[in-house]
């Protein structure tokens, strides 16, 4: 038995949502059951109840629910995350085979399902932006299973650094920031310089 919080929305807001679309807006909200902090997880139903799927609410936001998954059977644990992050790596490994793959953008936000969240990838320098309250508040665990699964495959990854100066994170009710994020099992870079090649170009 789940137990989010409800968010009922419109017909409107359902046909978007069974077409894929990963956002629920405020006015598409037609009644809510159950209680909630900003940055939950919530179920999004159709007006009759029907389960439509999973995401991160914010009422700062005209996006009131960013949707990371449509199964109902998801447990959204360390190994989910895992999970999406591995899917994500090996696509792009995939596209962007050998030497493209030290300079590319690993996560690519709502695309790989992680709404509001980038990652890109300069040779040994990981680069992040989290415009999302949802993912802000699992960052941690994100980043850090990132740095795993990169260091498991052999990537050499000397530290992540975020970039969130940015205004939009202040609709989502977050402050700007930018610096090094401290890696559980990895020491803060000095000096952010790296080299990369790019389309054959260092």
Not at 7 to 18: H, L, M, N, S, V
Not at 97 to 112: Q, T, Y
Not at 131 to 156: A, M
Not at 181 to 196: K, N, R, S, V, W
Request: net charge negative; aromatic share 10%; proline share 3%.
């Amino acid at each position: 038995m789940r137990e989010y919080t409800k968010f009922y929305i419109t017909p409107k807001g359902e046909r978007a949502a069974r077409s894929g679309h990963p956002w629920v807006y405020a006015e598409e909200i037609t009644k809510i059951e159950g209680e909630y902090q900003n940055g939950d997880l919530v179920d999004v139903v159709t007006n009759k109840g029907k389960y439509l799927g999973t995401g991160f609410v914010n009422d700062h936001s005209k996006i009131r629910v960013r949707l990371i998954s449509t199964n109902t059977n998801d447990k959204f644990d360390a190994d989910f995350w895992e999970r999406r992050l591995r899917y994500a790596i090996d696509y792009r490994r995939t596209v962007m085979p050998g030497a493209d793959f030290k300079c590319c953008r690993l996560i690519f936000g709502e695309a790989d399902h992680f709404p509001g969240l980038t990652v890109d990838r300069f040779n040994d320098i990981l680069v992040a932006q989290t415009l999302s309250l949802g993912v802000e508040v699992r960052k941690e665990l994100i980043f850090n299973l990132l740095y795993k699964i990169l260091r498991e495959q052999g990537e050499e990854i000397r530290g992540l650094y975020e970039r969130n100066d940015v205004k939009i994170r202040l609709l989502e009710g977050m402050e700007e920031n930018k610096g090094w994020f401290a890696l559980a099992e990895a020491p803060e870079p000095g000096e952010p310089l790296t080299a990369i090649v790019e389309n054959g170009i260092k």
